[in-house]
């Protein structure tokens, strides 16, 4: 099993649309979480912390479940500007461990 | 505040060469994490290290890679004699050893290595 493992994709949504990432990790230990964006050819910028109760950040909503080790992440109103890579991220140990990532393509 | 700063942007390497690879974190950061993205695939980790000592180095090929993180001076990544399967993009994120786990990491812009 591997240590991240997120939804296969491409998504391809028209603008406006709700969409939603899915990820598991395998390490019960993993204290922190994190999804990132990666734009093509560039490195990734974190986009938001997820925590246990869950966090909002405008259009963007991260929910975390240690019971099921599984986080997530909504987006509402798509925008052409949200198509990029999202990297579910995990932390454990000694350093952070990235899904492959799932890509996000909004169109008009 | 200069960010990570990552040079060179773009090597190519004929194969059986070295290629070093140089990172500066970002002030303040005395972190520096290596991570290889491999065309199609997600970042992986290489080696973690901390001035002068390397701390993790788990996700190190064996043989031909090493790194380093002096007490002055950038972090190097060191490939010697690169084969084609070494083409990728090399990122190096730093932190300040106290905050990664409550804010991530910040990435350089990343090298990419091609070895023709």
């Known amino acids: 099993r591997k240590e991240v493992e997120q939804d296969p994709g491409p998504f391809n949504v028209p603008e406006g649309a709700t969409v939603a990432f899915n990820c598991t990790y395998s390490?019960?230990?993993?204290?922190?979480f994190f999804w990132y964006r990666q734009d093509c050819r560039k490195e990734p910028k974190l986009l938001m912390s997820?925590?246990?109760s869950g966090n909002e950040d405008g259009r963007f909503t991260a929910q975390l479940n240690r019971a099921s080790q599984y986080i997530s992440l909504l987006i509402r109103d798509s925008k052409l500007s949200d198509s990029a890579t999202y990297l579910c991220?995990?932390?454990?140990?000694?350093?952070?461990?990235f899904g492959k990532g799932t890509t996000l393509s909004v169109s008009s | 505040n200069a960010g990570v700063m990552q040079n060179p942007r773009h090597l190519v390497r004929r194969r059986g060469q070295e290629a070093r690879l140089r990172c500066s974190p970002m002030?303040?950061?005395?972190?520096v994490y290596w991570y290889r993205q491999l065309p199609e695939e997600g970042l992986k980790f290489m080696v973690y290290?901390?001035?002068?000592?390397?701390?993790?180095e788990s996700g190190m090929p064996k043989e031909r890679f090493s790194a380093e993180f002096p007490k002055e001076g950038p972090s190097i990544l060191r490939i010697q004699q690169v084969v084609r399967g070494d083409s990728a993009a090399y990122f190096c994120?730093?932190?300040?050893?106290?905050?990664?786990?409550?804010?991530?990491?910040?990435f350089g812009s990343g090298t990419r290595l091609t070895v023709v």
């Open positions: 994120a730093s932190s300040s050893g106290t905050e990664e786990f409550v804010y991530g990491y910040t």
């Open positions: 390490n019960s230990a993993s204290q922190s």
């Open positions: 997820v925590y246990s």
């Open positions: 991220v995990v932390g454990a140990g000694t350093a952070l461990i």
């Open positions: 002030k303040g950061h005395s972190h």
């Open positions: 290290l901390q001035k002068e000592n390397i701390i993790d």
